[in-house]
């Protein structure tokens, strides 16, 4: 009897381990979900939809992947929810925005950092951009710089919230020409900061390159600076901050890419690591997220984590005492 | 007059097709609990990847019209308002229903939601270019005004008592603080990871209205002579022509409370109609059927909200800055058409954008149409029996709470909520006042700290928030309000809407 329980017990070890086995080797057999912490028809979403249509393609993961729409508290509810209840099984993911979450982990009250999850690959960047409307009386970020300093914390400048790459790029100007603006958070994100300029409601506004880039087509805004470390191809005319000689790097922008909760099997992970960018390369992609002015930026599992680690000191240094 | 030239492209097969098909769609999930305006378009633009530019603005266009106008099926029959438009179609349309005049309802509601949205694609025709130098005139301390402006109408929102109604409005408030404060991520009232991202609007607004009506049908079904057995009569579409002609007032003040909210960005889809029911209700002399199943109220509330959606289109099309969540939605589908709105896209874009714009017209037409067709039988659910339609309504209600976002949290807040509302109204306090201080907690306090922010940058407060003209004119509209609510309740003793005809108290 002993020994009859004894095999079940090896019989039974045995099954489980041939059945992890073949799990990471049948990954993924059903289709995969992907939760964006911001609202339907937001950038992160839209764009969301865009890099994972053809995930379904034999070449990619065979299986298609769905959108979970996880909106509230900027971000914060979905990724709560990411962190502490999604099941790490490799069919449910995230979208995630740097610096969004890694700032809003620093700043505290929330349940996640950047240990909370294993990023898979990053899909795009979107700088931040300063903007002013159409007929202000300025014309450089000189001018804007100059008015700051004659006129401090008098320079209203919108932006889609706190700790967002709008208020990072804000403060790195503040740090980098030792003035002081008026940030204004706006609710209702990046298009009502947008609103506010073109509105002349605001003296400037620190926004993201697509959208700073469709409002310029339209007439409707002026572009003086770009908050990365080389031009952006869309506006190849504007300088960067750093060519109109103020210090500032690319930490405030948005990169927007896949991760998975820790403790996801490593089987899985390298499967995904492998398959997502190819499936972000897709020449089919690449011509839908061009047409709709969002730059693309593919990075590999290593460059990501890389990206986070930096991210995440400058950010901290940057935060101190906010 | 160009746009005349540019019906061709509506009426070509597949395009009519799709708008066929957009607009049934549309109906049938605008009707669904849950399923917003703007789901139904996020859903659908996967599948315009494959068509051309027009073809999948005709289809999105087409969604984003009937699924407005299909959130009175479920506000009307089943008390769920849909979504926060629908929310007065539910106040006299459910109990039209109840009376057993649900095909009634339904015929009224979908015919002044196609006038009110006709003239709404009319203005945003025709007017466009004046309309978007308007929107932009809107700034921060206006929209607070405006959101004051609606917190002043709350205690006279679908209460019996003025005092009770207020109170309602303040716990409306109240919930409306729980949560992380979106800008500075502080938590507030955050007791469970449900809540963090506060209440969400459509699973309270289906707590609160769905479930006390399905805990009162259980009771009444304990016992079985209470059970009601409803008749439904035949509804003539000529009888309810004839009976919309009797409400052109209520039918124009929707119409234009519905076109000017509609353009304010953020603020226009959720209280058009709650603003239009109310106003309709200040300047009716039956004012005191109000709340009691009578069509005029209906009539405004969706007039308005369907007049809403054109001039909402119009800060997307000309300024590129989506005014609700839904033109955020519709802009994405332009987007990847590599059509980037701005005030050439008329010049740049004729024919996609002027068959889009026409295709909506024909839209509303159709919308009518088939609205009227499935009224009919749409309204025999009145007639299922008390204890059935508990347990469709609850489960339409699960359903619709956890679709959102596929949280059986929100299932918790909507079922919590459903309760505590069952108990107040057994004290006389209503949902409607409630669901409005949800809505208007945030938009006046964001645009209060939002300008309060600004103010400190420029001339301070006083400047900011009490001149300028338009700060002026809506100041004195808030004084108003209050003076007649002051002059309506406090002054006027004795006045008991409730209670018999009491028409000799309308003046």
């Known amino acids: ?322 | 007059m160009e746009f005349l030239g540019y019906f061709g492209g509506v009426f070509e097969p597949w395009a009519f097709m799709l708008l066929l098909g957009g607009t049934v769609g549309g109906l049938i999930l605008g009707a669904t609990p849950g399923l917003s305006p703007t789901m139904a378009v996020a859903l659908l633009i996967p599948f315009t990847f494959h068509m051309s530019a027009t073809h999948g603005l005709v289809l999105l266009g087409a969604a984003y019209t009937s699924t407005v106008a299909g959130g009175a099926v479920s506000a009307i029959l089943l008390k769920i308002p849909g979504a926060p438009a629908n929310i007065a179609t539910a106040l006299d349309g459910n109990e039209m229903a109840k009376r057993g005049e649900g095909a009634k309802a339904l015929h009224l509601s979908f015919l002044s939601s196609g006038v009110g949205g006709v003239i709404g694609i009319l203005l945003l025709i025709f007017l466009t270019p004046v309309l978007a130098q308007w929107v932009l005139k809107i700034q921060t301390p206006h929209v607070f005004w405006i959101a004051i402006l609606g917190v002043t109408v709350i205690g006279s929102l679908d209460s019996k008592s003025f005092v009770k109604g207020l109170l309602s409005g303040c716990i409306g408030l109240w919930l409306s603080t729980i949560g992380y404060d979106e800008i500075q991520g502080t938590e507030r009232f955050i007791f469970a990871d449900a809540l963090s991202g506060g209440i969400g609007i459509i699973p309270a607004l289906i707590g609160l209205f769905a479930i006390p009506q399905v805990l009162d049908m259980m009771a009444k079904g304990r016992v079985d002579s209470l059970i009601e057995a409803l008749e439904v009569p035949k509804q003539k579409l000529s009888a309810s022509i004839r009976e919309l002609t009797k409400y052109v007032r209520a039918l124009s003040i929707g119409t234009v409370v519905g076109s000017i909210i509609g353009l304010i960005p953020g603020v226009g889809g959720q209280i058009a109609g709650l603003v239009a029911y109310d106003q309709s209700r200040k300047m009716s002399p039956q004012r005191e059927k109000f709340g009691t199943g009578h069509p005029e109220g209906l009539v405004a509330a969706e007039s308005a909200n369907n007049a809403m959606v054109g001039p909402s289109l119009v800060p997307l099309l000309t300024l590129s800055i989506p005014g609700s969540p839904t033109a955020a939605v519709l802009l994405g589908g332009l987007l990847i058409k590599e059509i980037f709105p701005g005030s050439d896209i008329f010049e740049k874009h004729p024919e996609v954008v002027w068959t889009f714009i026409n295709s909506m017209l024909v839209g509303q037409i159709l919308m009518v149409f088939f609205g009227i067709m499935i009224a009919s039988w749409a309204a025999k659910i009145a007639r299922a029996p008390a204890p059935i339609m508990a347990a469709g309504v609850l489960v339409l209600a699960v359903f619709g709470s956890y679709s959102v976002g596929q949280s059986v949290g929100d299932v918790h807040i909507m079922l919590a909520l459903g309760v505590g509302m069952f108990i107040l109204e057994k004290f006389g306090f209503s949902a409607a006042p409630l669901v409005l201080g949800l809505i208007l907690g945030p938009i006046a306090g964001d645009n209060f700290t939002q300008g309060m922010t600004l103010a400190a940058a420029q001339d301070g407060p006083w400047v900011y928030f009490f001149t300028g003209t338009l700060n002026i004119i809506l100041i004195s509209l808030v004084v108003a309000s209050i003076a007649y609510s002051f002059w309506n309740n406090m002054l006027a003793p004795g006045k008991k809407p409730a209670a018999g005809p009491a028409t000799e108290d309308a003046k």
């Open chain 1, 1 to 322: 009897m002993k020994r009859l329980f004894k095999t079940a017990i090896l019989a039974a070890a045995t099954l489980a381990v041939a059945a992890t086995g073949s799990f990471a080797a049948d990954y993924p057999d059903r289709p995969i979900g992907v939760a964006v912490s911001y609202g339907a028809g937001g950038a992160t979403d839209f764009q969301a939809r865009i890099v994972t249509m053809v995930a379904g393609n034999a070449d990619i993961l065979g299986q298609p992947i769905y959108i979970l729409n996880k909106p509230g508290a900027g971000g914060r509810k979905g990724w709560n929810w990411f962190a502490t209840e999604a099941p790490a099984d490799g069919y449910t993911m995230s979208a995630y925005n740097i610096p969004h979450f890694i700032a809003q982990s620093i700043k505290g009250g929330v349940k996640y950092s950047a240990d909370s999850f294993e990023p898979i690959a990053n899909w795009g960047s979107d700088p931040a951009v300063v903007v002013v409307g159409k007929d202000s009386k300025f014309n450089s970020m000189q001018d804007l710089i100059d008015y700051a300093k004659a006129n401090p914390g008098k320079t209203t400048t919108s932006g889609a919230g706190l700790f967002v790459g709008h208020h990072i790029a804000a403060l790195q100007i503040e740090k980098a020409c030792a003035c002081k603006l008026a940030y204004i958070p706006t609710k209702g994100g990046g298009a009502a900061a947008m609103k506010a300029v073109i509105g002349g409601e605001v003296l400037a506004g620190i926004n993201n390159l697509s959208d700073a880039f469709r409002a310029r087509e339209a007439g409707n805004v002026k572009i003086l600076g770009v908050a990365d470390l080389e031009r952006n191809d869309f506006i190849s005319d504007v300088p960067t901050l750093k060519e109109a000689g103020l210090d500032v790097d690319n930490s405030s922008v948005n990169f927007r890419g896949l991760m998975v909760p820790k403790g996801t099997p490593q089987a899985v992970i390298d499967k995904l690591a492998k398959q997502v960018p190819l499936m972000f390369a897709h020449e089919r992609v690449a011509k839908r997220m061009k047409a709709g002015g969002s730059p693309m930026k593919i990075m590999n599992r290593e460059e990501v984590q890389k990206m986070w680690a930096d991210r995440e000191v400058v950010l901290k240094d940057l935060l101190k005492g906010l």
